[in-house]
């Protein structure tokens, strides 16, 4: 299985490995979304370090932005950690975000290389 989600006391990790698909991102959108502590959350983690490829097309990317995005509006104080250093996921982070921002999501978004600095932004 390419993901696993654990629920924090604050917030979700999402760990991913392999090969990730756009269904894959989905599924785990959806276990988040679908479970009312969702609403409280104060942060989510995207673990793509151990991921070797991510088969995401544009087009779903967009889509997943603006899902997200309609999500904002029952939790509007969101921190959204990504974690990956491979270029074309770097490219995937970064268009995610940039439709998120032209959305106006509310939600704060940043990349890291790991994991420590990533928990060290959040704990801010």
């Known amino acids: 299985m390419p993901h696993s989600t654990t629920w924090?006391?604050?917030g979700v990790y999402w760990q991913f490995s392999g090969t990730v698909t756009a269904r894959e991102i989905n599924d785990a959108d959806a276990e988040l979304y679908n479970d009312s502590r969702s609403d409280r959350i104060k942060y989510w983690i995207w673990d793509g370090a151990e991921v070797d490829a991510l088969i995401m097309p544009s087009i779903r990317t967009e889509l997943l932005a603006g899902?997200?995005?309609?999500?904002s509006e029952n939790n509007k104080s969101i921190k959204a950690a990504?974690?990956?250093?491979d270029a074309n996921i770097l490219r995937v982070i970064k268009l995610y975000i940039r439709i998120s921002m032209l959305l106006e999501s509310t939600w704060e978004f940043k990349?890291?290389?790991?994991i420590e600095d990533a928990r060290?932004?959040?704990s801010c």
């Open 82 to 85: 990504f974690i990956a250093t």
């Open 8 to 10: 924090e006391k604050h």
């Open 120 to 122: 060290q932004w959040l």
């Open 67 to 71: 899902y997200d995005w309609a999500a």
């Open 111 to 114: 990349i890291f290389e790991n």
